[in-house]
């Protein structure tokens, strides 16, 4: 089935009310893995797209805590050994963490939504000229949120502010949040910022960074046959804007989106990373059994004593 068919059907489903019967039931996930492995299989050049935190690994009320897993390593780990792979982890977080986490491996990043990239075998360049003088402003109201909401507090990256509710308590914390939101309208248009609300987060940052602008470098770069995109959240929605119309886009999470597939959770997103790395595995051990009887051909013929 092709990308334009299957996402015709999805449009169907949701337009006669079905997408909810279908999207809660067990299979949901592994109905698109098959579609998904069917045109990678296919492949020579892919491109993998992926957001971090509510995509590759549940939410935690500290950043910090949201540490990937063996199985994630693995994961990512089977994909990018692939040759035909280029496997990219477009991420909020700061550069530090996924250096950490991420910097050793075989992959591309991506980090504060855009500000920083880093190309596999190379150092993090900045996107763009930025600035970080705005935040002798902004801080401040920030402040008077932590101060006022119990259990929130303020995360500061190189070129972003970001406001943290998730261990306040919920109604408090949305109500904060659009207070906050409009007091820092007007104070962003003058300074030339962007404000966006997030899972249970604020953040200021400058005008014009997003995953968007940030993941036109890969798409660019190369002739792919196959983009996968997966993300949970509201920025990854510019990632998913600049992608090609041929392109995979899977959002964890329901309508509306302009994803043109839909997952309900982490585990989801982790079936189809194993399928697809399952898929390498075994698509490295047919070319070796392949290569190896091209060699004993050639032995046969009489090539060791050409």
């Known amino acids: 089935m092709t990308l334009k068919r299957v996402s015709a059907f999805m449009r169907r489903l949701f337009r006669a009310g079905e997408f909810w019967r279908v999207f809660f039931q067990e299979n949901f996930a592994l109905e698109l893995v098959d579609i998904l492995i069917g045109e990678y299989r296919k492949s020579e050049r892919r491109l993998i797209l992926l957001d971090y935190d509510g995509t590759l690994v549940p939410f935690a009320d500290k950043p910090s805590d949201a540490e990937p897993d063996?199985?994630?390593?693995?994961?990512?780990?089977?994909?990018?050994?692939?040759?035909?792979?280029?496997?990219?982890?477009?991420?909020?977080?700061?550069?530090?963490?996924?250096?950490?986490?991420?910097?050793?491996?075989?992959?591309?990043?991506?980090?504060?939504?855009?500000?920083?990239?880093?190309?596999?075998?190379?150092?993090?360049?900045?996107?763009?000229?930025?600035?970080?003088?705005?935040?002798?402003?902004?801080?401040?109201?920030?402040?008077?949120?932590?101060?006022?909401?119990?259990?929130?507090?303020?995360?500061?990256?190189?070129?972003?502010?970001?406001?943290?509710?998730?261990?306040?308590?919920?109604?408090?914390?949305?109500?904060?949040?659009?207070?906050?939101?409009?007091?820092?309208?007007?104070?962003?248009?003058r300074l030339g910022l962007e404000v966006s609300e997030g899972n249970m987060v604020v953040e200021v940052k400058n005008l014009g960074v997003n995953k968007g602008r940030a993941v036109l470098y890969w798409t660019s770069k190369a002739d792919w046959d196959f983009i996968l995109a997966i993300g949970d959240d509201v920025t990854d929605e510019d990632m998913f804007a600049a992608l090609?119309?041929?392109?995979?886009?899977?959002?964890?999470?329901?309508?509306?989106?302009?994803?043109?597939?839909?997952?309900?959770?982490?585990?989801?997103?982790?079936?189809?990373?194993?399928?697809?790395?399952?898929?390498?595995?075994?698509?490295?051990?047919?070319?070796?059994?392949?290569?190896?009887?091209?060699?004993?051909?050639?032995?046969?013929?009489?090539?060791?004593?050409g």
Not at 271 to 281: D, F, K, Q, V, Y
């Open 244 to 305: 090609p119309s041929q392109s995979y886009s899977v959002k964890v999470g329901v309508p509306p989106s302009q994803a043109k597939f839909f997952v309900r959770s982490v585990e989801d997103v982790r079936t189809i990373l194993r399928g697809l790395a399952e898929s390498s595995m075994h698509s490295h051990a047919h070319d070796n059994v392949h290569h190896k009887k091209r060699i004993f051909s050639w032995f046969l013929e009489g090539g060791a004593t």
């Open 70 to 189: 063996e199985d994630l390593l693995e994961l990512l780990g089977s994909l990018a050994r692939d040759d035909r792979n280029e496997v990219v982890i477009v991420s909020g977080r700061d550069r530090s963490f996924l250096e950490k986490w991420f910097g050793g491996r075989q992959l591309g990043l991506v980090a504060e939504h855009g500000a920083w990239v880093r190309v596999k075998g190379a150092g993090w360049r900045l996107t763009g000229p930025l600035e970080d003088g705005w935040k002798r402003e902004v801080f401040p109201l920030l402040e008077e949120c932590v101060k006022n909401t119990p259990g929130s507090f303020i995360e500061e990256k190189s070129f972003s502010l970001v406001w943290h509710y998730r261990k306040a308590d919920p109604l408090v914390g949305r109500m904060r949040a659009r207070s906050l939101k409009e007091k820092l309208t007007s104070l962003a248009a």
